[in-house]
Structure formats: C-alpha cells, structure tokens
C-alpha cells in the first residue's frame, strides 16, 4: 500500500464494520483522486459504498459552525414545537425548538419524530448545520441517530448579574434584572398540543429586550421590577430576546429599576452588540442604496422578485412595493436604515400609484429611486426601531420615522425671516 494513501484508508476502515481489502480502498481512493473529486468528499463517498458510517465530530453548542457537516452534541431539549410544512407540495411534519449545553443554547429542527419530549438530554450523530436567520441550527434527519441519555445538563456556578445590554445570543444560565413594561399572553402548538406562554418587553437602565416566558407566574406583571437567573437567550430576526423557562428562577423585586424612555442612541454604541430592540437614532442620509424604491414581491413569501419569477414559487402574479434602503450616519457610526412602503410614502411623499406613474412615464422604475434620492440625500433624519447583524451587514429596520425637529425649526424661522423682509 503506497504511504501516502495509508492514514486516510486507515480512516475509511475504521468507519466500516465490514473487512474490506485495502487494495481495493486504495484503488477507489485513487480514481476518486483522479476525477479531481475533493479528499474529504471521496473519503466520505468511499465510506457510503462500503455501507459504513462516517465518524461524527463531537462538538459543543458553542463551537458550531453554519456549514457543519456530520458532528456530534450532546443537550438538552428545552423548547419543541410541532411545525406542518409544504415539501414539493407535500405536508411534512418537522419538530424544531431550541437545544442547550453547559456552552450555549442553539436552534434546531429535527425533520423526522424521534420522539423528543422537553426537557430530554440526548447524544445526536450524523447532524448539520444549516443558515437560519443568520445564526447556526442544528438540524437531524433520517441519517442522524438520537439516543436520550438519563444524564442531566449541568449549569455553570452562581452566574454575574449581567445588564441587558451585556446579553448575547446562545448565552446560557443568564442572571439579569428588568422592569417588565408590557406583557401578553399567546398561544403556540407543541407537540403534546396547544400551549400558553408568554411574550413581554423589557427594559433596564439604557436598554429594552424582547423576552418569552414558557412559564405562567404571578410575577409576570405589567410594572413589576424582576431578577431573572438560569434563563438563556436567542436571536428573534437577528435581535436578541430572553427565554424564560421552568428550570429559570423569577424573584419580584421590592425596589424599582429606572428605565429610560424615548431618548437617541449614538450608533457608534449600539453596532458592537448582536442587536437592538427599539432604539432611536438621529443621522444623515449618506446615500440612497440599490433595490431601494418601487420593487415587486411574491404575494407568496413576499420575496422580491424579478421579471414575475420567484425562487421559491417559480412564475407568480407580482405584487407591487415600494421601499427605501439608505445609510445612514451620525459621525460615531453609520448603518442600512430600511423603511417599508408606509414610512416611505410618510417622509418623501410619494403613495405606491404615484410611484408606479414615476415609472411608467421614465419606463424605468430606477426613476423612483431617483426621486427618493433628490428627496432625501443629506435630510437629517430620527428612526427608531429593530438593528440587527446579518450577512447585508448592520440594519435598523424603522417602524417610525421623521426629519429632525431642529431642522423643522430650522426651516420654519426662515420662512419667518423671509416673510418679515417682504412685510
């Protein structure tokens, strides 16, 4: 056997249960090798033929990857919800939830019953790692194999108090403290049924959160100031949120933590986290970016789409939409700032029809991005909304926007002062 083929045929045997003859390992190996098939992929193709099982990489929850291929983890099941899906027009049944270690805690869907229950600490072979939302999630399919183990998850010692703003997602065993400003109950299915939980925002001294709570407490209350320890969180369209559930412990404070209501962030402060919730940000618009202006969505998923063909849904009656993607900056740092149809008819004004006759008159619809651009390149503006990190980069996603009051004031005691000279 040449040298060279020696520690990776070891490999490819050490994966199969059957004896086969290194001579032909090496000859397959070879013509694999020839046909410019990757080592990796050849060794694995290799191991398939032979009926064996490659030999998964154990890993821990903090270290996987997007783009993981056959690992290994051992958690613990503690959020499972039952989700009907359309496959090439066929329902499926999947189960995804989220998964924790001593590490981290992950997202996951597992595309066949394996019956999990919440609350389950099971090994899982054969997994991978899929793109959801920009944050990695495990997924386990008809080649994975679970086993539930009777061990228990064990969290770290006595957590810090930690700030809002210090959360992270995948972090575990967090200990932080809130006054719950809103709170309301809703209803999702499990897989045992229907179940009620609730959904809340929080907010300390400069920071708000978006928290869950798998728990029914008295505690849970509009007002209340509350200390939270043993919970995790995870992203929700790339903003972090807390999760609250029933190994998490709740303790209704006696004093008041002070929140700060309706004041701008600089967003050279808020860039270096994972997210924000409901921020407030006062820029200049920089520049108008392409895909801005009237656009056509897939009435489906509401992707955009071109020329009537979506990737998902193939040829579809398109849906006409009008958005502005800008960056905006305020000299400590600068972001994509997306308005949706509403807000960009609010601060340039223009309405969808009007935008639709922009375009037909110019036979482009580049013609209004065009106008949005006359209309806002340079405008100081305050948004307030949703930032989140992705693979565009960062976003703040406004639910509300308008120029800044001082230059309102400004342009106002000009019109003063001109209507004074003319008097």
Not at 118 to 135: E, F, K, P
Not at 144 to 166: D, F, H, P, W, Y
Not at 368 to 386: H, P, Q, T, W, Y
């Amino acid at each position: 056997m040449e040298i060279e083929f020696a520690p990776h045929v070891e490999e490819i045997k050490r994966a199969l249960d059957n004896e086969i003859d290194e001579i032909n390992i090496v000859a397959d190996l070879r013509k694999l090798l020839e046909f410019r098939v990757p080592l990796e992929e050849a060794k694995r193709s290799l191991i398939r033929k032979y009926g064996g099982a490659e030999k998964s990489a154990v890993k821990k929850l903090s270290d996987v990857k997007i783009g993981d291929r056959n690992i290994e983890v051992t958690a613990q099941v503690i959020e499972l919800i039952r989700k009907t899906i359309n496959v090439k027009n066929n329902e499926k049944t999947i189960f995804s939830g989220i998964l924790r270690d001593e590490t981290a805690a992950k997202s996951f869907t597992a595309w066949h019953d394996f019956e999990l229950t919440n609350g389950d600490v099971v090994n899982i072979t054969q997994a991978y790692v899929r793109n959801w939302q920009d944050r990695p999630e495990i997924n386990f399919g008809s080649r994975s194999k679970v086993t539930k183990l009777g061990t228990t998850i064990a969290a770290n010692q006595e957590s810090v108090l930690m700030r809002l703003a210090e959360l992270r997602d995948g972090d575990v065993n967090v200990h932080t403290a809130f006054t719950i400003l809103n709170i309301e109950p809703r209803e999702i299915v499990t897989k045992d049924g229907t179940r009620k939980i609730l959904n809340g925002i929080g907010a300390d001294d400069n920071t708000k959160i978006q928290f869950t709570a798998w728990v029914i407490k008295p505690e849970f209350t509009a007002g209340n100031a509350v200390e939270i320890k043993n919970a995790y969180v995870r992203s929700f369209r790339g903003v972090p949120a807390l999760h609250i559930n029933e190994s998490s412990t709740v303790i209704k404070l006696d004093k008041s933590i002070k929140h700060k209501e309706g004041e701008k962030v600089r967003i050279g402060d808020i860039i270096d986290k994972d997210g924000a919730f409901d921020v407030i940000i006062e820029g200049n618009i920089l520049s108008i970016r392409p895909g801005s202006g009237l656009i056509a969505r897939c009435p489906e998923c509401s992707r955009v789409i071109q020329k009537s063909v979506c990737r998902v849904h193939s040829k579809v009656e398109e849906k006409m939409d009008m958005r502005i993607k800008a960056i905006i900056d305020d000299g400590t740092g600068a972001l994509t700032l997306v308005l949706n149809a509403e807000l960009t008819q609010g601060i340039c004004g223009i309405t969808i029809e009007q935008a639709k006759e922009i375009a037909k008159a110019a036979m482009t619809q580049g013609a209004v991005e065009d106008e949005i651009k006359k209309k806002l390149l340079g405008k100081l503006l305050i948004a307030r909304g949703n930032m989140s990190k992705g693979e565009f980069g960062i976003t703040l996603v406004a639910t509300k926007v308008e120029e800044s009051p001082d230059i309102i004031i400004e342009k106002a005691s000009e019109l003063l002062k001109k209507a004074g000279e003319h008097g």
